[in-house]
């Protein structure tokens, strides 16, 4: 599923649920079951998704990222801290 992936690049695009949710046509909650897992997006909205996000569909299905730094976080740190850490990793392999 795209959850993660989603969240990663609404997080990294500095957007809301508020402004995915705007540009797709849909509400807040529609926007969190996709980050969530729970919901997909219909496949007109999946575009506006990457177009938005800058992202491209292949990266949103590429599977879970791989948070291996999130070892070294104390306990409780907020999920902005992990998308952050999870977005620089990414950027030193070159995937991003």
């Excluded at 797709?24 to 969190?32: E, N, T």
């Excluded at 219909?42 to 569909?57: D, F, Y």
Aim: aromatic share 6%; net charge positive; charged share 30%.
């Amino acid at each position: 599923m795209i959850g993660e992936r989603l969240r990663a690049a609404r997080g990294r695009s500095r957007k809301t649920l508020r402004d995915v949710a705007q540009a797709c046509g849909c509400s807040a909650q529609a926007v969190k079951k996709w980050e969530d897992d729970t919901a997909m997006p219909s496949s007109s909205k999946l575009i506006t998704i990457c177009r938005i996000l800058n992202v491209s569909v292949e990266w949103l299905f590429d599977g879970p990222l791989d948070f291996r730094s999130t070892g070294r976080a104390p306990q409780g740190v907020h999920a902005k801290y992990w998308v952050r850490e999870a977005i620089e990793e990414l950027k030193e392999q070159g995937i991003l």
